[in-house]
């Protein structure tokens, strides 16, 4: 991770979530010393110190990483410019109270792709607050191409 860009370093969860059907506690063990392991998810203390927290939840069928989420130790020290420009414009959740507000950015599936997988960024405040987390999820298993594995008649 050292020398990874913040934006680099959610372009690889995302990937990891997406595509690579990591088991979780391996997963987790990638970000530092896991904190707590529990059935559904990990909590790790990250050895990267731009990090505060790290939890990967676990898919109860396979055991592997389906969410990643970190928690920035610096507030804002990614901007979501720079999330935006990777992946556009995001879906906001609906608050009632605005504490974190939930921005999920989706784009198509990386060839081989398993799972489609959104990236999520929670600002403090409303959506102009600063960044606080960042992780991806997963959000369904993708749809084969139009026409895959389709035989000729």
């Keep these: ?3 990874e860009s913040l934006l680099d370093l959610l372009v690889r969860i995302h ?12 997963m987790a063990a990638r ?3 896991i904190e707590a392991e529990y059935a559904d998810a990990v909590l790790v ?19 592997e990483a389906a969410n990643v ?10 901007g979501l ?13 609906p608050t009632t109270a605005v504490v974190l507000t939930f921005l999920a950015f989706r ?3 990386a060839p081989g792709a398993r799972f489609c997988a959104v990236v999520s960024v929670k600002t403090r405040g409303d959506e102009t607050g600063p960044v606080e987390w960042i992780g991806a999820f997963r959000e369904s298993p ?9 035989r000729a008649p």
Excluded: K, N, Q
């Design 107 to 109: 784009r198509p599936p």
């Design 81 to 93: 410019d720079e999330v935006r420009a990777a992946w556009g414009e995001p879906r906001v959740a």
């Design 15 to 26: 990937d990891a979530v997406s595509g690579e059907g990591v088991p979780a506690l391996e």
């Design 45 to 63: 203390r990250p050895s990267d110190p731009r990090l505060s927290d790290v939890v990967v939840s676990r898919d109860r069928e396979t055991g």
């Design 31 to 33: 970000f530092g010393a």
């Design 1 to 3: 991770m050292s020398g």
């Design 142 to 150: 993708c749809e084969p191409p139009a026409g895959a594995g389709r």
């Design 69 to 78: 989420e970190a928690r920035l130790a610096v507030p804002g020290s990614i």
